[in-house]
């Protein structure tokens, strides 16, 4: 029996996944105390960057921390046909952050919270050491 998310394109599981992606993110920051609104904008852009996120779908990926699953909803986000311009960044770059969101969003339809909670937490840990040890 398939799953919503097998049914899906990438560029719809993106657009979930990034929804649930940046609460993480959100919650991180309130809990580390930051409170005021272009402070938390501002910081929030290290997690949830195309650059960024293109980081860690390739940490992941290097480090075989990713299912086949996973890997199969991240190729389809990646090789998906987008219509919108990439901000910022390089295409690369851009469809990379794409497959990154859509793992978040194929989780999130197939019910797999302990997963998200599990990728969420250490995307956010390898964030923060990436910045305390003073690379960006």
């Keep these: ?6 049914q899906l394109n990438g560029i719809a599981l993106a657009y979930l996944g990034d929804g ?3 609460v993480f ?3 991180h920051l309130l809990a580390k105390g930051v409170t005021r609104p272009n402070q938390l904008q501002k910081q929030a852009v290290a997690f949830v960057s195309a650059k960024s996120q293109a980081k ?13 699953r996973e890997l199969l909803f991240y190729h389809r ?3 998906a046909k987008s219509y919108t311009k990439a901000k910022h960044t390089d295409v690369i770059t851009y ?8 793992v ?3 989780l999130k339809l197939d019910g797999q919270e302990q997963r998200i909670s599990e990728l969420a937490q250490w995307c956010i840990a390898e964030i923060e ?8």
């Design 1 to 6: 029996m398939s799953s919503l998310a097998d």
């Design 20 to 22: 649930v992606y940046e």
């Design 25 to 27: 993110v959100r919650e």
């Design 56 to 68: 860690l779908i390739q940490k992941l990926q290097d480090e075989e921390r990713l299912t086949e």
């Design 77 to 79: 986000g990646r090789n």
């Design 95 to 102: 469809r990379m952050s794409t497959g990154f969101e859509a």
């Design 104 to 106: 978040f969003g194929s």
């Design 129 to 136: 050491k990436e910045h305390t040890d003073g690379i960006s």
